[in-house]
C-alpha cells in the first residue's frame, strides 16, 4: 500500500510544469515471466476488491497527461484491475506487446503514436478510446479504428472499472465490437 | 413622357440648329433678290441692245426721209426760181442721203421685212435722185427745159410721196420690232421673276418645313445617339466592375456557350477571347448542376489547387448569368474555426476531466484514502483549476484581439526584473532536465510595455520553451538593449520547428501536427496572442530555429 502510494506521487506531475515525466513505466512488471498469472492485488485501497469474484484483469492505459493517468491508474486499481501505464503511443504499443492486455484504454491524441494508430497494432486488443474529442465524428473515428468502446472527458473515473467489466462481458457474448459499440451508442 | 430635363435639352439641341436655318432662309432671300436684280440688268442691256440696233436704223431711216424732203424741197425751189442757191441742201442732202444709205445696208436683216422695204427704198431714193438730177439738167439748158421742169413737178411729187410710202413702212418695221423686242424683254423679265418667286418661295417653304420639323428629328437623333452613348458607357461601366468584381462572372447563351467572362473567370477557368466554353468551366458547371438543389460550396480542382466554390446562376430570356464565388479562404477560417471550437472544448474539458474525476475520487466514501494520496489529487484539483483559468484567459485575450477591445496600460517596466522573476517562478515547477537561467545585461533595461501583458508573453515563451524541450535542456533568458528598442530572448535547445512552420506558428488556432503537439498541450492561441500584444505594445515577436535543435524566440519592445 505504501509502494502503491509512492508510486503514484512520484507519478503526478504538475501539468503547469508539462514535461517529459515518463514515470509510469518503473512498476508496470507485477508477473514476473514464468509466474503464473494470478489475481494480485495492486490496489491501495479496501481489503475486498469490488471485483474480486472474477479474475483480475490488465489493462493497458496510454495516457499522457499525468493527472488524467493518475486518476485512471488510481481507480482501474480500486476497481480490481492490472494497471499497465503509458505515457505514450510507442511505450504503449511495446508494452502491450510484452504484456499482452486484456483490454487497451488508449487517449485518442498523443505524443507520439497517435490513438488511432496505436489500436491498429494493438491486434486482438479490445481498444477503449478516452478522449476529450467528444463530436460525432470523433466518435465515428473510433469506432471505424475498431473501437468497442468510447469515453469521452470529462468522465467519472469511479465508474470506469466498471464499464471496462462491462465492455469485456459484453465482447465475450460474441458479435464483435460492433455489438458493444452498440450497446454503448445504439446502432450506427 | 419627356421629363424637364429632356424638354431643356432638346431646346439647348435646336438652338444652333435655328440660327443655321435662319441663316440659310437670309441667304436664299439674298439669292434670290440677286437673281431678280440680275434678271433686271439683263433686261436693261437687251435694251441698249435695241437702242444700238433698231434705235439707230430708226432714226437713220427718219434722217433719210428728211435729207430726201430737204433735197426735193431744193430741187423744187430751183425748178421754180432757177436759182442755183437754192441747191445747197439738195447737195447736202444727196451727199448724206447715200451715206445714211449705206449705214442702213448695214443693219438690214433685223426684221424680215426690212430687206425687202430698204430694196425698195433705195430704187426709190435712186428714182428720186435721177428725177432731181435731170430736173436741175433741164433747169440749167434753158428756159424750155425749165418749163419742162415746172411741168414735171407733179410727177416728182408722186415719186416722193412713194418713197415717203416706203420709209414710212421702213419706219413703221423698225417700230415694231423695237416694240416687239421690248414686249418680249418684259415677258422674259416677268418669266424670271416668276421663276426666282416660285424658286425663293419654295427655297422659303423649304427652310420653313426644315426649321419647324428638322430640329425635332435633330433633337431625336440627338437623343438617340445619347442613349447609345450612355448605353455604350453603360456596357464599359459593367465591364469595368465585372472586371474588378472577385467573383468569377460568366454569361452563358441558351446553348451553354459562354458568351461573356470577366478576368476572374478567365483565369479561374482558364477561358481565352474567342473560346466558347473551357475544359475546366464545363467541369465545374457538370459538378454544380450534378446535385443542382443543393447550393451549398463545392470542392472544384482547378490547376490543380482545390478551390471552394459557390455558384448563383441567374435565368434571363437571353441565357443565363452564372457567378462563381471562391469561397476557399471562408472554408479553410471555418474549418480552422471549428477546428478551433473542438480544440479549445477539448482544452477546457481536460483539466475539467481531471477535477471532476479527483473530486469523485475523492468523494469515493467507501474506500479509505492515503493521506498522501488525498494531497496529490488535491494538488491536482488546484493545478487543473488553475490551467482552466489559464485556458480561459487566454480565450478571453484572444476574442479582445479580436474585436479590438484590448486595453494596454503602457509604463516604464524593468525588463531585467521581470524576467528573473519569471525564471524564478518556472525554476520552482520545471521538470527535471531543464536548466533556467538568465542573463544580465551590464545596465538597467526599461521597455516602455504594458507589465501585465508583457508578463503574458514572456510567461508563454519559458513555457513553451520548457515544453518543446522534453529531452531536458537548458533554456536561457537574455537581456539586451539594441538601439532605441530592448529585446528579450528566450533560447531553448529542444525540438525545434521546421522551417516551412516558422512563420505559421503565428497563426491564430495553428498548432503543430496536433498529435505531436498534444503531449504538450496548447489552445494553438499562445504565440497569436503573444505577437498580438507584443505588436500593440510597438514591438515584434520572431523566431529563430533549427529543426531539432531548438528555438530562441525574440521580444524586442521600445525602450522606455
Not at chain 1, 492486455?101 to 491498429?120: R, T, Y
Not at chain 1, 468502446?149 to 465482447?171: A, G, I, N, Q
Not at chain 2, 478567365?266 to 447550393?295: C, I, K, W
Request: with cysteine; net charge neutral.
Amino acid at each position: 500500500m505504501h509502494r502503491v502510494s509512492v508510486r503514484l506521487k512520484a507519478e503526478y506531475i504538475s501539468p503547469m510544469a508539462v514535461g517529459s515525466a515518463l514515470f509510469a513505466g518503473d512498476d508496470r512488471g507485477t508477473n514476473r515471466p514464468g509466474e503464473p498469472a494470478r489475481p494480485r492485488r495492486l490496489s491501495l485501497v479496501g481489503d475486498e476488491p469490488e471485483a474480486a469474484q472474477s479474475r483480475e484483469l490488465t489493462v493497458l492505459l496510454v495516457e499522457d497527461d499525468p493527472a488524467m493517468r493518475l486518476l485512471c491508474t488510481y481507480n482501474l486499481e480500486a476497481g480490481g484491475f492490472r494497471v499497465l501505464a503509458a505515457s505514450g503511443g510507442r511505450e504503449g504499443v511495446e508494452l502491450a506487446e510484452s504484456e499482452k492486455p486484456d483490454i487497451a484504454l488508449l487517449d485518442v491524441m498523443l505524443p507520439d503514436l497517435g490513438g488511432f494508430e496505436v489500436a491498429q497494432r494493438l491486434r486482438a486488443v479490445p481498444i477503449v478510446f478516452l478522449s476529450a474529442r467528444a463530436s460525432d465524428a470523433d466518435l465515428e473515428r473510433g469506432r471505424a479504428a475498431g473501437a468497442i468502446d468510447y469515453v469521452t472527458k470529462p468522465f467519472d473515473p469511479v465508474s470506469l472499472p466498471e464499464r471496462l467489466r462491462e465492455d469485456l462481458e459484453e465482447l465475450r457474448k460474441g458479435g464483435g465490437a460492433h455489438r458493444v459499440w452498440t450497446m454503448r451508442f445504439g446502432s450506427v | 413622357m419627356p421629363t424637364p430635363q429632356d424638354r431643356e435639352a432638346a431646346r439647348r439641341a435646336q438652338r444652333p440648329v435655328k440660327v443655321a436655318l435662319g441663316i440659310l432662309v437670309c441667304i436664299v432671300v439674298v439669292l434670290v433678290a440677286a437673281g431678280a436684280v440680275a434678271a433686271y440688268r439683263v433686261y436693261e442691256l437687251g435694251n441698249h441692245r435695241f437702242v444700238d440696233q433698231a434705235g439707230p436704223f430708226f432714226a437713220v431711216t427718219e434722217d433719210v426721209s428728211v435729207e430726201m424732203l430737204n433735197e426735193e424741197t431744193s430741187v423744187r425751189g430751183y425748178v421754180i426760181t432757177g436759182d442755183p442757191s437754192t441747191l445747197q441742201p439738195y447737195r447736202q442732202g444727196r451727199k448724206y442721203s447715200s451715206i445714211e444709205l449705206a449705214l442702213l445696208a448695214k443693219d438690214e436683216s433685223f426684221s424680215p421685212a426690212v430687206p425687202s422695204h430698204l430694196a425698195a427704198i433705195r430704187s426709190e431714193v435712186a428714182g428720186l435722185q435721177s428725177y432731181f438730177a435731170r430736173e436741175i439738167a433741164l433747169v440749167k439748158s434753158g428756159p424750155a427745159g425749165r418749163r419742162l421742169a415746172q411741168q414735171r413737178i407733179l410727177a416728182g411729187k408722186s415719186l416722193f410721196d412713194r418713197f415717203r410710202k416706203t420709209s414710212e413702212a421702213l419706219i413703221a418695221d423698225a417700230a415694231a420690232v423695237i416694240q416687239k423686242s421690248h414686249r418680249e424683254q418684259r415677258s422674259t423679265l416677268v418669266m424670271w421673276w416668276i421663276v426666282l418667286g416660285v424658286a425663293g418661295f419654295v427655297a422659303a417653304a423649304i427652310a420653313a418645313g426644315l426649321y419647324k420639323r428638322v430640329p425635332k428629328r435633330l433633337y431625336e437623333l440627338f437623343r438617340e445617339e445619347r442613349m447609345a452613348r450612355r448605353d455604350a458607357q453603360q456596357s464599359a461601366d459593367a465591364a469595368r466592375a465585372l472586371a474588378h468584381v472577385r467573383e468569377a462572372v460568366v454569361l452563358l447563351d441558351p446553348n451553354g456557350d459562354a458568351r461573356y467572362w470577366n478576368p476572374t473567370a478567365a483565369t479561374q477557368f482558364g477561358l481565352a477571347p474567342g473560346d466558347r466554353t473551357s475544359p475546366t468551366l464545363t467541369r465545374v458547371m457538370g459538378e454544380f448542376h450534378h446535385d443542382g438543389d443543393n447550393p451549398g460550396a463545392r470542392p472544384v480542382t482547378v490547376e490543380g489547387r482545390e478551390l471552394w466554390l459557390t455558384a448563383v446562376e441567374t435565368d434571363f430570356e437571353e441565357g443565363r448569368v452564372v457567378v462563381f464565388r471562391n469561397v476557399s479562404d471562408d472554408v479553410r477560417l471555418e474549418r480552422l474555426r471549428s477546428e478551433f471550437v473542438a480544440t479549445a472544448a477539448h482544452e477546457l474539458r481536460t483539466p475539467l476531466a481531471a477535477v471532476y474525476g479527483a473530486v469523485r475520487t475523492l468523494r469515493q466514501q467507501e474506500r479509505a484514502i492515503a493521506a498522501d494520496v488525498r494531497d496529490q489529487f488535491l494538488l491536482m484539483i488546484e493545478d487543473e483549476s488553475e490551467r482552466l483559468r489559464l485556458v480561459m484567459d487566454q480565450l478571453l485575450v484572444s476574442a479582445q484581439i479580436d474585436s479590438a477591445d484590448l486595453h494596454l496600460h503602457r509604463q516604464q517596466v524593468d525588463a531585467v526584473a521581470m524576467c528573473e522573476s519569471l525564471v524564478g517562478s518556472a525554476d520552482a515547477r520545471k521538470p527535471t532536465g531543464i536548466e533556467l537561467a538568465v542573463e544580465r545585461p551590464a545596465g538597467p533595461v526599461s521597455l516602455y510595455a504594458d507589465p501585465d501583458r508583457l508578463r503574458q508573453v514572456l510567461a508563454n515563451l519559458i513555457d513553451n520553451a520548457i515544453k518543446y524541450s522534453p529531452g531536458g535542456g537548458r533554456v536561457e533568458v537574455r537581456v539586451h538593449a539594441n538601439g532605441r528598442y530592448g529585446e528579450i530572448t528566450v533560447e531553448d535547445e529542444g525540438l525545434g520547428i521546421p522551417a516551412h512552420e516558422q512563420q505559421r506558428i503565428f497563426e491564430k488556432f495553428y498548432r503543430l501536427d496536433p498529435s505531436m503537439t498534444k503531449g504538450v498541450g496548447g489552445s494553438g492561441l499562445g504565440l497569436y496572442i503573444s505577437r498580438e500584444l507584443v505588436r500593440q505594445m510597438g514591438g515584434t515577436l520572431s523566431v529563430e530555429s533549427r529543426y531539432g535543435s531548438g528555438s530562441t524566440f525574440t521580444v524586442s519592445l521600445p525602450l522606455a
